[in-house]
C-alpha cells in the first residue's frame, strides 16, 4: 500500500513548483506603485455623486427584477 501511495505522488504534477516563476508572482520584496492623477475636493465630490447614482440604478434594477420574477412565481403557483 505505502509503494503505491508513493508511486501515485510521483506521478502527480508538483503545483507549487508549476507557479514559482511567473510573471506577478508573489514576491515579499515587490511593491504596486500606482501612478494616480492628483484629484481636487470638487473632483472627488463628483466621483463620489456619480457613483452613488449608478449605485442607486444598480439597486433599482436588482429590486425590479426581483420583484418580476416573484410576481411571476406567484401567477404561476396560482395557475396550478
Known amino acids: 500500500m505505502l509503494s ?3 508511486s501515485n505522488k510521483s ?3 508538483d503545483k507549487s513548483k508549476r ?3 511567473t510573471l506577478g508572482g508573489y514576491g515579499k ?3 504596486t ?3 494616480l492623477p492628483k484629484a481636487s475636493a470638487e473632483q472627488l465630490l463628483m466621483i463620489r455623486e456619480n457613483l452613488k447614482k449608478e449605485h442607486r440604478f444598480l ?3 436588482v429590486v ?3 420583484i418580476v420574477i416573484i ?3 406567484v401567477w404561476l403557483f396560482t395557475l396550478v
Open 4 to 6: 503505491t501511495i508513493k
Open 64 to 66: 425590479g427584477l426581483f
Open 11 to 13: 506521478v502527480m504534477l
Open 59 to 61: 439597486w433599482l434594477k
Open 33 to 35: 506603485q500606482y501612478n
Open 19 to 21: 507557479f514559482r516563476k
Open 71 to 73: 410576481m411571476g412565481l
Open 29 to 31: 520584496n515587490k511593491k
